[in-house]
């Protein structure tokens, strides 16, 4: 998208379409596309395989060469992966892949698939900052970390990206900044590559190498997220007004920019985190997803399982698809998957109407209107033409609304802000964008392209009411601005994927929430409409989703990391999940949608905790052979060796029950064959990170008589630094006809930390 684009009415809309993929709708994470080669079409394949036991490969050339040799001639070769991926991604036919499957050291080849991408605040709201906005200087500022984004690029000249007052990043980083020339990267942003296999890296009008450049916003949104540098002045269409910083304000970002316009490959995706690990990178966040497909098929799952492997923590959205349940994306056991939530600050506009009844709801773009003056208020919905209430494109012709403020339904497919073009373009002068009753209270900072207020479904309800019951109903809006301290916050958003987990039921999914909803961060041009007037300052914009709670997660990873650089990506989630919180600023239960408590399968563990996170007592930890079992517990040999990019034999192998991978979380599934009087146990070792001598309590948070469960020992006790200790938990089978979704939470309690674990156990009828 160009800044041009917003110049005019027509250009808006055109823009509009093509970031489209970037504003929350529930389908948005759902467009995944398999590309299958059939005949003698050629398509993108992704080609597993493994050397022989003779064959040496001791240099990147040696293994180029090996994959090579499974393809039947030269040019076909689009990516060789050597850090994450034992394979390549190659252009062939489905008789070519039939034909090479016979060859030694073939393992699969899986067709190459299509995803779609998933502040001034938010340090503040989680406690990082001060009141006065200045870093608390406890909990760092990520100094020393390397923060690899895949994304759809970066905007370099943004003062996010400012490498003023960085050191130079560490040693061991080896990437490059491939920006045709230009001398834009610093110590801040100290890298920038393109992998796109559709455009065989050159960009089809001009033949120039491709950029990293962000051409829509997305990747400079979720990047300065996680790590952008201090920019004051901050603000959008004057709302949200501040200092903006990244998570992690001295960390290092590096910028892997695997996303066009209109989708991601896997093919792309595996490139840029086999890259990402190459260059030294510690931390990888990616906000970008499709639907749930098993492990082995999923390069985002095989590659970042090599990650970890390698020492690098990987921060993941969960998926813009809820409320509804079993809608989790990204959820391997290795990655953190982040659900999406508020904070505590509105951009309020109210919506007054003529019986002087007024809803309070949410738009960035607030232009003055006076206050003496009442519009006439139609409902979209009374036109003729089928589905007009949700104003998607020209589903207002032929329906008069000129002059007039037009109440649109969410939802149906349409973006948002396409429904605030469509009324203005009908002639309307305002719309009040109503929520319908799946979507509850929740409501999102938008940079309307007319006055316009976003607001719950009961408001929605009240406002189609009066319409409907008045003879010329007319109403007005009142800007109310940035508001702070608002409640209740934070609560799980409309949109935010929930579990359980499709692919490993057996492990909690999604595993924390962090703001998500509203976040103001960079962005590469003016919003808002062209009488909003520009803007001298640097150009920032809101925007809601998992996309960017992500980044935020990978953030405080970053400021961990750099606090405990020997600790492994699974002891950092480690500490994330068991100091979260469950309750919101008034010690009330985290809330959802509805404002009804939120489940485990939309909080997770519960909202990040960065402080507690830093010193979280004692951790959980995972080696990369817990997982090899665990995975042999799911798959067939070949199918878990394409994950571990070497043969596995699991007959080898201690298989390790989801139920008994050592996770931060505990799951219990009691099957319709389970034997009323056998228990289910669930082992669990935890290692003392914190001061000692120490002992820790067992205490369980569960409703009464919701479950038998106990556990033991009574105690553990640790005398020194990373000693373990292992303890047991029993879980009754409960009887019923109707099935039955138990949750609670075991904590260990001591003097100075509480290390909580949630538990979900999930009983059969009979």
Not at 577 to 598: C, S
Request: glycine share 10%; with cysteine; aromatic share 8%.
């Amino acid at each position: 998208m160009q800044e041009q684009a917003l110049r005019d009415q027509s250009k808006l809309a055109m823009s509009i379409f093509r970031f489209s993929v970037f504003y929350l709708l529930p389908f948005l994470l759902v467009a995944l596309v398999a590309v299958e080669g059939a005949g003698d079409e050629r398509s993108t394949f992704i080609v597993h395989v493994q050397p022989q036991v003779n064959h040496v490969l001791d240099t990147a050339d040696d293994r180029k060469a090996l994959y090579q040799s499974f393809l039947p001639d030269h040019g076909r070769l689009l990516h060789a992966y050597h850090h994450v991926a034992s394979g390549f991604a190659a252009r062939l036919t489905q008789r070519e892949v039939e034909a090479m499957s016979d060859l030694p050291g073939f393992v699969a080849a899986v067709p190459s698939r299509v995803y779609k991408l998933h502040t001034t605040h938010t340090p503040q709201f989680l406690g990082l900052d001060t009141q006065q906005g200045t870093r608390n200087c406890s909990y760092g500022s990520g100094d020393g970390v390397i923060i690899g984004v895949l994304d759809s690029g970066v905007t370099p000249d943004h003062p996010s990206f400012s490498g003023d007052g960085m050191p130079p990043p560490p040693a061991k980083w080896k990437g490059r900044c491939d920006f045709n020339g230009r001398s834009v990267c610093n110590n801040k942003l100290i890298g920038a590559r393109v992998f796109d296999t559709a455009g065989n890296g050159t960009a089809s009008s001009s033949g120039a190498p491709l950029s990293p450049i962000d051409e829509d916003g997305h990747g400079t949104h979720t990047s300065s997220t996680a790590a952008g540098a201090v920019v004051p002045g901050a603000q959008v269409l004057g709302q949200g007004r501040g200092t903006a910083s990244g998570i992690a304000p001295r960390a290092h970002v590096a910028m892997y920019k695997v996303c066009t316009l209109e989708d991601c490959t896997d093919a792309d995706i595996l490139a840029g985190i086999d890259a990402a690990v190459a260059d030294g990178c510690d931390i990888i966040s990616m906000s970008l997803g499709g639907p749930s497909v098993p492990f082995h098929e999923n390069s985002m799952a095989v590659g970042t399982f090599a990650a970890v492997e390698k020492g690098v923590f990987v921060s993941m959205s969960a998926g813009n698809s809820g409320p509804d349940h079993a809608t989790m994306e990204n959820e391997a056991p290795w990655m953190l998957t982040v659900a999406a939530s508020t904070m505590d600050r509105l951009i309020r506009t109210t919506v007054r109407l003529g019986n002087g009844l007024a809803f309070d709801g949410e738009s960035v773009y607030q232009p003055n209107m006076s206050a003496a003056v009442l519009y006439p208020l139609i409902y979209a919905g009374a036109s003729s033409t089928p589905d007009a209430n949700f104003c998607g494109n020209g589903s207002l012709d032929g329906f008069d609304v000129r002059g007039k403020i037009v109440l649109c339904d969410r939802g149906n497919g349409v973006l948002m802000l396409t429904k605030g073009v469509e009324v203005l373009r009908a002639g309307g002068v305002g719309m009040v964008l109503a929520n319908q009753f799946i979507d509850g209270f929740s409501t999102l900072a938008i940079s309307h392209v007319l006055p316009a207020s976003h607001v719950s479904h009961i408001a929605g309800a009240a406002i189609l009411n009066y319409i409907k019951t008045t003879a010329r109903p007319v109403a007005q809006f009142f800007s109310g601005g940035t508001v702070l301290g608002t409640s209740p916050a934070p609560a799980i958003t409309f949109f935010s994927s929930r579990g359980p987990s499709t692919q490993n039921p057996g492990i909690l999914k999604p595993d924390i929430t962090g703001p998500g909803a509203s976040v103001l961060a960079a962005w590469p041009f003016q919003v808002g409409p062209p009488s909003a007037g520009g803007h001298d300052g640097p150009t920032f914009n809101f925007q809601s989703g998992t996309s960017m709670s992500a980044p935020h997660l990978g953030g405080i990873a970053a400021l961990i990391k750099s606090k405990h650089p020997e600790w492994s990506p699974a002891a950092i989630k480690s500490a994330i999940m068991t100091t979260a919180y469950t309750t919101d600023r008034f010690g009330k239960p985290i809330l959802n949608e509805q404002l009804m408590a939120a489940d485990l399968f939309a909080v997770g563990a519960g909202h990040v905790n960065p402080e507690k996170a830093m010193n979280p007592g004692l951790v959980y930890d995972i080696t990369p052979n817990d997982y090899i079992g665990f995975l042999c517990g799911l798959y067939t040999n070949k199918e878990v060796s394409v994950i571990a990019r070497k043969a596995v034999d699991c007959s080898a192998v201690k298989v390790i029950p989801e139920r008994l991978l050592n996770y931060p979380s505990i799951t219990a599934i009691f099957p319709p064959s389970w034997d009323s009087t056998v228990p289910m146990l669930v082992e669990r070792t935890l290692k003392n990170v914190g001061e000692v001598p120490a002992v820790y309590y067992p205490q369980f948070d569960l409703q009464d008589n919701a479950m038998n469960i106990s556990v033991v020992p009574a105690s553990l006790r640790f005398s020194h630094v990373n000693q373990v200790k292992t303890y047991m938990v029993t879980v009754w089978p409960r009887t019923g006809k109707a099935s039955m979704v138990v949750q609670g939470a075991l904590r260990w309690v001591s003097g100075k930390y509480t290390v909580r674990s949630p538990i979900s156990a999930t009983f059969a009828g009979q």
